[in-house]
């Protein structure tokens, strides 16, 4: 795959507004970390904003994190390729 392309069974996502729990300003980063989203979906607060999200048939969302509470959806998966 090509620097700039996406492939067609991938998906997108942006996290929002990320940080460590609790009342803090700071995200830590362990120096073992391997890239994967649990940093994100289970250990740390965030708005996680998915889309393109073809491979799972989901359209996208906005959700908020350790909760992973969904925040709002789109009524339609316009994004897939």
């Keep these: 795959m090509g620097k700039g392309k996406v492939e ?13 729990v609790g009342d803090s300003d ?6 073992d970390f391997d890239g994967s989203l649990g940093l994100f979906t289970k250990e740390n607060e965030d708005y996680f904003f998915a889309f393109k999200n073809g491979p799972h048939n989901v359209t996208p969302f906005v959700r908020k994190s350790p909760e992973r509470k969904t925040l709002g959806s ?8």
């Design 26 to 31: 700071k995200l830590t980063v362990p120096e």
């Design 8 to 20: 067609k069974s991938g998906y997108q996502v942006a996290l929002l507004s990320v940080s460590d």
């Design 74 to 81: 789109a009524s339609e998966n316009t994004m897939i390729a």
